[in-house]
């Protein structure tokens, strides 16, 4: 029926309307050569340089991580032959989640087969055994958070980003006996800011909460063996459940609640999303463990990505560039308006190889839309140099501003690189 069709395309079109219709750049990683990729737009195939990846620590191409997926596959299979309700367990996906429990000095560990699954799985899961459960949720989590809470069922209230004072009013409106749920996220990506754990498992405590955390985007990346911001604090402990993803750091697939032994056993015993879905392959399952196991014990990989992080924070600062505030490996840089963040995505591909995806509305609010920069230990001190030069040249084309009015001074964007690096 031509109707059908016509409501897709009238979907779609409202979303050009409004400026924010997404595409995806067509993209080859090659091993070896991580940020530079070759980017296919149809006529010509070039290098370009990734700097919005979040395969952060680049474990994704990290020779034992691959090694080790060659060897399983060529001796398990590429698959995993079902669901574990049905088809059992792989022995590789038995080690993961030891190593996982491990990581984070919990009893038992979940896996599924994304961060995004098991965030929808745990949060409804746990929150709907849970008799009359009231989930508190930071007003910024993810939406796979979202998805969870919704799922559910239960009765939720949304507390202000970080907003302590806003959750503890909350929390103390219910009553004390009542079961709560308090979820909230440790680095938020976008911002790249960190929450303030210590005083919400403090508030948990006094109000009887539990808590459940998404540490996805600082597993690996923080913390004495890369367990996260939980385990840099020395909270790991105070949080119920912490979540967290096997593809960005880790460089694989998948994702995982830890907890106790009663906790995991439940959401395993009762999570549809996890029953009923086939299990990560064997492969993948072993190279997670590979790279879990080889930032444990190496600190090389965070040192890196956190020198880098900031020398970039410095360099597009010092250019005049609007870098937001992070305490984070993570680098916004504002614009605020989406056709304007979107042209200046595209102007950075097309004149200087640079591969940064504009953030706009839902990821972000609306009037925040950003250039969300990763650095990696494999962008080194000329790619951030290069990239500087080239926001710069994207700004002036554009008439984008500049912070501290240096825009008016067009000889004055002359930024000193890497003050540090000679000293
Ligand atoms: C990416 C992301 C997830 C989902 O993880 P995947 O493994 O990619 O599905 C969950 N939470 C947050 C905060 C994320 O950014």
Not at 141 to 146: L, T
Not at 228 to 252: F, N, Q, W
């Amino acid at each position: 029926m031509k109707q059908y069709q016509q409501i897709f395309q009238n979907a779609v079109d409202a979303l050009h309307e409004e400026k924010r219709y997404r595409v995806f750049a067509d993209l080859q990683r090659q091993v070896g050569k991580f940020p530079k990729a070759i980017y296919r737009d149809g006529s010509d195939d070039r290098e370009i340089t990734i700097w919005c990846s979040n395969d952060y620590l680049g474990m994704g191409q990290h020779p034992d991580v691959i090694a080790t997926m060659q060897k399983v596959a060529g001796s398990m299979g590429a698959g995993a032959g079902g669901t574990r309700n049905i088809s059992g367990t792989n022995h590789p996906l038995v080690e993961l989640e030891h190593e996982l429990a491990d990581l984070h000095a919990k009893e038992a560990a979940l896996v599924f087969t994304s961060g995004f699954v098991s965030n929808e799985a745990g949060i409804s899961t746990i929150a709907r055994l849970l008799p009359d459960c009231l989930i508190l949720s930071d007003a910024l989590n993810h939406a796979s958070m979202i998805e969870g809470v919704r799922r559910s069922g239960a009765q939720k209230q949304i507390f202000r980003h970080n907003d302590l004072a806003h959750l503890e009013e909350l929390l103390a409106a219910a009553d004390i006996d009542r079961a709560k749920l308090i979820v909230f996220e440790s680095v938020y990506s976008m911002d790249g800011d960190i929450a303030p754990i210590e005083a919400i498992a403090d508030l948990a405590d006094k109000y009887n909460a539990m808590t459940y955390i998404d540490e996805v985007h600082a597993v690996g990346m923080y913390g004495e063996r890369g367990a996260g911001i939980c385990e840099r604090e020395g909270l790991m402990g105070r949080i119920d459940v912490i979540e967290g993803t096997l593809a960005k750091a880790y460089g694989t697939l998948g994702g995982y609640i830890t907890g106790s032994s009663a906790l995991i056993d439940a959401v395993r015993s009762y999570a549809p999303n996890f029953i009923f879905t086939t299990a990560l392959p064997p492969a993948i399952a072993a190279a997670a463990t590979t790279s879990i196991r080889h930032l444990k014990k190496s600190g090389v990989e965070r040192a890196a990505q956190q020198n880098q992080a900031a020398t970039a924070k410095r360099v597009l600062a010092a250019a005049g560039l609007p870098v937001m505030p992070s305490d984070t490996h993570i680098v916004p840089v504002m614009v605020g308006d989406p056709v304007l963040c979107k042209a200046a995505s595209d102007h950075l591909m097309k004149k200087h190889g640079i591969y940064i995806q504009p953030i706009n509305y839902p990821t972000v609010p609306r009037g925040t839309e950003r250039l969300r920069i990763t650095p990696t230990p494999f962008h080194d001190d000329a790619l951030i140099e290069h990239l500087s030069a080239a926001l710069v040249e994207t700004w002036k084309e554009l008439g984008l501003p500049f912070e501290h009015g240096q825009d008016e001074e067009e000889d004055a964007v002359k930024p000193e690189l890497f003050p540090a690096a000679g000293g």
